[in-house]
């Protein structure tokens, strides 16, 4: 059944001229842009012709599922703790072509619109506040909810194809002004290989389930596919996956290590907790905040050793030898292999961080910028609403989503 959203949007169109898409073009059809959660990609933006084209407005800002870290540390005299759950603050967009998607905490649907104006297509409305970005593969929308239910829509008409939760257990309880089962979904759903996996998890001390299910039909028959259950832990923020192996944030505490195959556990990480996470194709693992004032942890993906700590790291992206480290008032770059700062700068965008070819593009507090990867200069800027947490470059676009309810839309533009 289809549901209509009751959000009231508004979406204000600036009249430019923008660049149509080019065939060099490419996707950002995921959290992060792909499974490993990179935060990279090829695409190159010139920020010469960089041009807001789009505003879209909620009337209502996200919901979050958690409210934050408590003000300090009384017993450490820490002031400043780092947020372990900060996986919803704003509504994440992932971009397809021309359509752009995103998920809603604030009234549980999930939208598409049209990436090059900002005009809604349609709309899917659940049972429960929608947190992670959805994920678009084959021509399928996948997202779950905290109804506990993980849904596939056709992607272009927001028609349901399936939905599947692995708990019969109808007993709600009230989770931020909402009633809501003992399973939400808050893991997203990642897509790989022709298998949709994703959690259903809220309580320590009730059953977690970890899902693996046919992404086509939502069964859970056939190879590669199973539904697990562990004690004692949280699965809450989105899942990464390496060829063999699937890594489930929890929150408060260090990801855990599951093989792709079968769901069996195969370890958890050091380090501390902290739901930002990516891995890179040489089998580095980061994760953080860590804990109390925040690191980032670099660790073999493989063998969960320890390499190094990135202290008062808030996130960061690497791209082959270089790594780009995001602190509350600075960025800089770091060669991994020699070890050694390339330059740093001052920013005032400690929120987010993607690379698009040479290109550093950063979120702040009412700011978006974009810093060369070369040298660290600030070369474009612009005023938004909010604090940007979720930054997206797809078809020469630039999308910007903040803690107030708005998503920006930038092109390239001819003068």
Known sequence: MK???LMFIKVTIVVTIFNPIRLDAEDWPTYQHDYYRSGVTAESIDVNTLRQTWMYESTAPPQ???SGPAKWDAYANIIGLKSMRNYDPVFYTIVVGESLFFSSSADDSVYCLNALDGTEQWSYCTDGPVRIAPTFASGKLYFGSDDGYVYCLDAVNGELLWK???ETNKQLIPSNGKLIPLWPCRSGVLVADGIAYFTA???PWKESYLCAVDAETGKT???GMFQVTQENVTMEGALLASSTRLYVPQGRRAPMIFNRLNGSLEGVLSGGGGVFAFLTPDSHFFHGPGNKTGWIT??????????AKFDNANCMVVSGDMAYVLQDDILFALDRKKREIRWKVKTKHPFSIILADDMLFAGGDENVGAYSSKNGELLWNSSVQGQVYDLAVANHGLFVSTTSGHIYAFHECSE
């Open 3 to 5: 549901y209509i959203s």
């Open 64 to 66: 979050t599922a958690w």
């Open 164 to 166: 599947y939760t692995p």
């Open 201 to 203: 998890a809220l309580l």
């Open 221 to 223: 028959v056939g190879d």
């Open 298 to 307: 670099d660790s073999n993906a493989e063998t969960r050793d320890s390499f």
